[in-house]
């Protein structure tokens, strides 16, 4: 990038959602290119060095008649995504907190439009048409055979029953399953569950590897509501289905089998406002 100074003093928003954190910038003029939102997601996102973020966010003008805004989402380590559950409830404060748009509303993404309610720091959306599940498939890694699951909830997402969470070595495991050849090109994010109990009613714990973070991270929202559809699936929760994050904060997962619709509700966190200066960008 030749130039960088035009992204100094540039306007940015950054929100949280159960440990998942985004930076924001409104770009309904077109002025930032895909290829220098790839740039700045690398840039900015750097943990410490810089605003520090799990990724970047867009705010676009969409093409569909029935959304109020599109967006372009770019992981930390600059490649696009099609959908981010805990980015979209994030959005979606964002835009009826500073006044641009009111709930409920619909915004485009890569994925397929996406449903919204906003009440205050509480944020539901629908996710699109969960697609493509595969149950008990049998998954490779250092000469074991890991009895797996898969669902696109927006993003592709294999779901592993796992007892001893704590002890898990997510980092080496979820690697090898996100690049393996059977979820070759794009890989895939991973997540690990346990299903628990308390005072009678079951939730589940997830710990999840994403895709594009190269890492674990506190928490994802198609993550969970992947976690939450497989068990439902398998018989193994009722609806609507906890999951506890990794971060400690509980989401709440709606399955709607009627329209086949995954809806996730939880808080965001509106952490400041800024701007961008020259040495995040260095």
């Not at 959602?17 to 290119?33: E, M, R, V, Y």
């Not at 967006?71 to 600059?78: C, I």
Request: with cysteine.
């Amino acid at each position: 990038m030749e130039d960088l100074r035009r992204f100094i003093d540039l306007n940015f928003y950054k929100l949280c959602a159960s440990g998942n954190d985004f930076i924001i910038i409104l770009n309904f003029d077109k002025k930032i290119s895909p290829e220098e939102g790839k740039f700045l997601a690398k840039k900015l996102c750097r943990y410490k060095f810089s605003i520090s973020a799990d990724g970047l966010i867009f705010l676009e003008n969409p093409v569909s008649p029935e959304a109020k805004f599109a967006w372009r989402f770019f992981n930390a380590d600059g490649s696009e995504a099609e959908m981010c559950g805990n980015g979209a409830r994030c959005v979606a404060r964002l835009v009826e907190e500073i006044g641009l748009f009111k709930s409920p509303f619909y915004f485009e993404t890569k994925a397929g439009l996406i449903y919204a309610e906003v009440k205050g720091k509480r944020v539901k959306v629908a996710l699109t048409e969960p697609k493509d599940l595969q149950i008990n498939l049998s998954i490779r890694i250092n000469q074991q055979n890991f009895v797996s699951h898969f669902v696109n909830t927006g993003v592709p997402h294999v779901v592993i029953f796992w007892d001893k969470l704590e002890e898990l070595p997510i980092e080496e495991i979820g690697a090898k399953i996100r690049y393996h050849e059977m979820f070759k090109p794009s890989g895939t994010n991973v997540n690990f569950v346990k299903i628990e109990e308390k005072n009678g009613q079951k939730f589940l714990k997830v710990r999840t590897y994403e895709r594009g973070v190269e890492a674990e991270t506190l928490a994802c929202g198609t993550g969970s509501s992947a976690s939450a559809y497989i068990a439902y699936k398998l018989g193994l929760i009722e609806n609507p289905v906890n999951v506890l994050t990794r971060g400690g904060e509980v989401l709440t997962i709606y399955i709607d089998e009627i329209e086949n619709k995954i809806y996730l509700e939880g808080d965001t966190i509106f952490v400041f406002e800024g701007k961008i200066k020259e040495d995040a960008l260095r």
